[in-house]
């Protein structure tokens, strides 16, 4: 029971950290590029998308990024590709240095793994869930 509530606050602490050292302008940015894309109507699928990444940039210790029931279908796999040529690879990538770069030290280790999973969110986002 002790160990329950010592890793519920651990992922608590590493929030907090991670909104004062960047997460909050992370889910900012992506909320607002969500907002823009809603505009049209053919951006609204991405738009929703960004999102779900501004929800788990805001708040990403203790959730996982999973395959949902519609990951391989056929819309699913035209969205990420349209998503991946707009853009995608670079918020990606972006991510992934970003998280090598926190991992150089013992500290940011927890803060690399976080872009991690988010690059895998930036890269394919339909078809995944955040749980």
């Known amino acids: 029971m ?10 608590f602490i590493g929030n907090i ?3 004062l ?10 909320a607002v590029m969500g907002l823009l894309y809603c505009i049209t109507i053919i951006g609204i699928p991405f738009g929703l998308q960004l999102f779900k990444m501004a929800g788990f940039a805001l ?6 990024v999973q395959s949902d029931t519609n990951d391989g279908g056929c819309l699913s796999i035209l969205m990420n590709v349209i998503w991946i040529l707009c ?23 927890p803060f690399g793994m976080q872009h991690f999973k988010m690059a895998l969110l930036a890269l394919v986002p339909f078809g995944k869930k955040v749980s």
């Open 59 to 64: 708040w990403p210790f203790g959730h996982d």
């Open 17 to 19: 950290l991670w909104l």
């Open 87 to 109: 853009g995608g690879i670079e918020i990606a990538m972006l991510h992934i240095a970003f998280g090598v770069f926190c991992c150089l030290t013992i500290i940011g280790i």
């Open 2 to 11: 002790l160990e329950i509530v010592i890793f519920a606050n651990m992922k």
């Open 21 to 30: 050292l960047g997460g909050l302008v992370i889910s900012l940015y992506y």
